[in-house]
């Protein structure tokens, strides 16, 4: 589980889905903190004799009270100032040392699906930590994480994303559930020989289900079609999906990835988002044996 969380929070209904996920994804030795972020400004003042950013402060804080109260989870309260709400976001889960950022989808979009609006996308990318995301309604019902889901495909991205996946599941006595995708390679679009594409997916679904029996701890499970489409699908059939990332930028920040953008667009359910080398900081309470999943 995650030691240092942090959600954000901005008085919306989104808001209290980030809050309700969070409050489930923090250690129960683990802080949460709610985070609002108004607009800053350097003077304050405008010219006009009123500080308007201390008024701003003052409103943020008192949201977040409110908030807290509203939502009934045990967490601490900041507010802060920054140009945007990535950035302010960034800037309190480095100041914490944060493993964990969750923030909620946009009100906008279809029912029940994860929506990526433009403050969503900024505290995605760039984020210094782990990132997970609620969707929209979340917290009207919340359910127990029963089943966790992690994307699995033998990569060290999705090695961390099976670690966490069983963290959380230790903690939640949950089981886990992996999924393997097999597509046909992209490079077989070219290939201007007669391949029996059919025999070499048949033969990669085998090895894929055989690393997945490997794990005593896990029910594994491959299928064919386009990984996005796949993992969107499996998301209904879960509590929460953990997904690897292999996006890094300067300071080896996450960069959100294409299939990470298509399932926060599609899928249903609360996704977790973890860079390789980026885990909470626990041990696993089930068995590893073996490893590996899909990057995002």
């Known amino acids: 589980m995650f030691s240092q969380v942090i959600a954000g929070v901005d008085g919306t209904a989104g808001g209290h889905d980030a809050a309700l996920l969070a409050s489930k994804l923090v250690a129960p030795a683990g ?38 109260d509203a939502i009934g989870v045990d967490a601490e309260i900041e507010a802060v100032g920054a ?29 029940g699906r994860l929506l990526l609006g433009d403050d969503m996308r900024a505290s995605l990318d760039g984020a210094p930590c782990a990132v997970a995301v609620a969707p929209l309604g979340y917290a009207e019902h919340p359910g127990p994480l029963a089943t966790i889901g992690v994307a699995y495909d033998g990569t060290d991205e999705s090695e961390a994303a099976l670690a966490l996946a069983r963290m959380v599941a230790g903690e939640h006595d949950a089981r886990i559930e992996a999924l393997t995708v097999v597509g046909t390679p992209t490079y077989a679009y070219g290939v201007m020989v007669a391949i029996d594409w059919s025999e070499v997916l048949s033969d990669l679904e085998r090895e894929a289900q055989a690393r997945l029996d490997a794990f005593d701890d896990v029910e594994g499970s491959v299928v064919g079609g386009i990984p996005t489409q796949a993992l969107a699908r499996f998301g209904e059939e879960v509590d929460l999906l953990v997904v690897g990332s292999r996006g890094f930028g300067p300071a080896r920040r996450m960069l959100f990835g294409s299939t990470s953008e298509y399932l926060v667009r599609h899928i249903r359910c609360p996704l977790l988002i973890v860079r390789r080398g980026v885990e909470a900081r626990g041990e696993p309470t089930h068995a590893t044996t073996g490893a590996s999943g899909a990057g995002a």
Do not use: K, M, W
């Not at 800053?40 to 201390?54: C, I, K, L, Q, R």
């Not at 100041?95 to 909620?104: A, I, K, M, P, Y």
């Open 31 to 68: 802080e949460l903190t709610l985070v609002h972020v108004y607009p800053a400004d350097e003077s304050g003042y405008h010219g006009s004799g009123v500080n308007f950013t201390a008024i701003a402060r003052q409103d943020s804080l008192e949201l977040l009270a409110t908030e807290r």
């Open 83 to 111: 140009s945007s709400v990535g950035a302010g976001l960034h800037r309190i889960a480095g100041e914490h040392d944060s493993d964990l950022l969750v923030v909620g989808s946009c009100a906008r979009g279809a029912v």
